[in-house]
């Protein structure tokens, strides 16, 4: 089974438990509606090719891993839209979670699926596991305090707040959690891997300040230009357009100069150089990638 | 040490790893507040009492567990008095999170909290490895869904909710949870003790609804008549204030039988009818402990 197979099975697998008797309608359809159908899955599908890279000697380890990394991001989107944060209407060319359920669901929504991706974890303890307090607490130290996703969405509201650490935190850090719980789940030393997930993750950000800046609406399926009217740290604000594609250029070399030695290391460069022509908007496209 | 001080030693663990390394001041300020200085903390001393009960032989994990379940309950209680859900204005007689620290910081600190819950326990693995995936699981289901505690914040919030699974979900679940890892983190098995988990979150209901209807702001505190106010379903509404003393009177008693054999049964008994004691509003307290 391919990638993409394997993390939508693990993700579906996850929430035929949560989906089992008879829970709160509205409740699992947010839930749903945060997650299926996903984006690119990118973070979940780094996982799964660093697993690779390392030998992936415990799949379904690494697919509940990874599952558990994709529904962490979604939770994050979730509480990201509302409207005490973005206040955005749309993700995933769809209407955000709290446009379509309202803000109470939204918030539940994003409770459950950050403890379902927990779950999802533990539930493939039994296949090697001496392996799961690792996992467990890469993934924890990837969404919580003091370095976590909760963190840098702190840090963005936070007066003078180091705009380098809150982009870490904000992005990076799920990005690592990613690569290093891809290697942890194949029995490999984690500590090789954080740089890639480093990398990769300044690299996205950058991606992402791009769209949102001079993306088309297809290509972000959200509304653009929102850093700017929230007025937050963001590349372009910092280097200008022609800048931010520069150092987007820059972050995808370094991207892949940060891939171990491994077996799989053409197969990583390639994935790193396939995400970034895909992030990167049309207008720049031939240049930066 | 007393169970109040290895609670509160346990639970300052936990906060440690999330203060290192200067973490965004609002967001750990709003966090303590959530969490310190502490209410009753029922449910982790339930678990350590029924830890007591069964031997207690790896009392690091006990407080551990004991930690994430008041962490989770903290959690919980900082999303629901959010404005979108109860919009509560106090809590423990202080001002909420929210009201303290603003909603997106409230939103972000519930977040962390459950984070921090999953870590608190995930730190004390290695003490007995086999007995960490049990655990939690059973903090898993005692919060997520389709059973835990957004599951019942969800159902309040669906029309035509059956109300007895909402209550369950919203308060028996972590009581439940309590006693089971209590149970687990002993190596006892978990099944004898839900009932007992079971009774005391019913009877819990019972008096957290007469102290919201009758009790006096001392009491509670927080702002009383909020079940009336936003029409939800609850014990007054159903039988009456001498109705649902007459209940509460009825569970406390069921409560005690439910314990099962043990050389521990006769503190837990005290246990059970001190804590009904405390809950009940003054003006009942003779004749409803």
Known sequence: MDSSGRIERALTAAFARAEADEPPPQL?????????????????????????????????????AAAAIELLHCASLVHDDLPCFDNAPLR?????????????????????????????LMTAAHV?????AALHLILTRGVGMPHGIVAG????????????????????????????????SSGASPTLWSALGERLGEAYQVAD?????????????????????????????ELGVDGAARKLRQLV????????????????????????????????????A
């Open 128 to 132: 090697v596991p001496d392996r799961i």
């Open 28 to 64: 699992i359809a947010a839930m749903r509606h945060a997650v299926f159908p996903g984006g690119a899955r990118v973070r979940p599908s780094l996982c799964l090719a660093v697993a690779g890279a390392c030998g992936d000697d415990a799949p379904l380890l690494t697919d509940a």
């Open 209 to 237: 300040d791009l769209l949102d800046a001079i993306g088309s609406h297809e290509e972000s399926g959200k509304s653009g230009g929102r850093d700017a009217a929230l007025g937050r740290p963001n590349a372009i604000a």
């Open 92 to 120: 995933r060319d769809r209407p955000s979670v709290h446009a379509a359920f309202g803000e109470s669901v939204a918030v539940l929504a994003g409770d459950a699926l950050i403890v379902l991706a927990f779950e999802a």
């Open 153 to 184: 969405q702190a840090w963005e509201s936070e007066p003078g707040a180091p705009a380098e650490r809150c982009r870490r935190a904000k992005t990076g850090a799920l990005f690592v959690a990613a690569t290093m719980c891809g290697a942890i």
């Open 253 to 288: 070399e370094a991207t892949v100069e940060a891939i171990p030695p491994c077996a799989g290391r053409n197969v990583l460069s390639d994935l790193v150089r396939f995400q970034a022509k895909r992030l990167v908007p049309q207008q720049l496209g031939k240049s930066a």
